[in-house]
């Protein structure tokens, strides 16, 4: 399949087309009113939400609990991934990539991939769907975070 199979750009987000995304991005905003890294995610089967999580790095003082890894824990056991959709408000990074790949997640959708770009291509060159929402409350809100906490961003991906 070609780059172009594997990526929609949803320009303005449409929260009727995308509810759960609005559950991950509500679990950023409890993550940063926390003092954590604003970083939600949302597992949903049928457009309806399995979990939903949020980074805890800070909270639980876990080097690996990513929003994504927050979310997919929440969910528990699966017997499988493979009719789910990962809502997420940032790209997702190597670890959390890596984790969607071995789930066989075949669909992630992205709040926004422009204040760090993470690994979409190599979810792409694994065949999963990447919907880019380029959602301006998660720049926005990321942005802020990253200008007044450039160490902990720095930490949360290992720069």
């Given at each position: 399949m070609t780059h172009e199979q594997h990526e929609s750009v949803a320009p303005e987000l449409d929260r009727t087309a995308h509810p759960a995304f609005e559950v991950a991005y509500q679990a950023a905003r409890k993550s940063l009113a926390e003092g954590g890294i604003p970083i939600g995610a949302?597992?949903?089967?049928?457009?309806?939400?399995v979990a939903s999580g949020h980074n805890e790095r800070v909270q639980?003082?876990?080097?690996?609990?990513?929003?994504?890894?927050?979310?997919?824990?929440?969910?528990?056991?699966?017997?499988?991934?493979?009719?789910?959709?990962?809502?997420?408000?940032?790209?997702?990074?190597?670890?959390?990539?890596?984790?969607?790949?071995?789930?066989?997640?075949p669909r992630v959708v992205v709040g926004e991939a422009r204040t760090f770009?993470?690994?979409?291509?190599?979810?792409?060159?694994?065949?999963?769907?990447?919907?880019?929402?380029?959602?301006?409350?998660?720049?926005?809100?990321?942005?802020?975070?990253?200008?007044?906490?450039?160490?902990?961003?720095?930490e949360d991906i290992a720069e």
């Open positions: 949302a597992l949903a089967r049928d457009g309806v939400v639980n003082a876990d080097p690996i609990a990513h929003g994504e890894m927050s979310a997919l824990r929440a969910a528990g056991r699966q017997k499988s991934y493979r009719d789910t959709t990962l809502y997420t408000t940032l790209a997702p990074c190597a670890m959390c990539a890596g984790t969607i790949i071995q789930f066989k997640i770009d993470g690994e979409l291509e190599l979810l792409r060159s694994r065949g999963v769907e990447v919907v880019v929402l380029d959602d301006q409350r998660c720049v926005d809100m990321m942005r802020t975070f990253q200008a007044d906490k450039p160490e902990l961003w720095a």
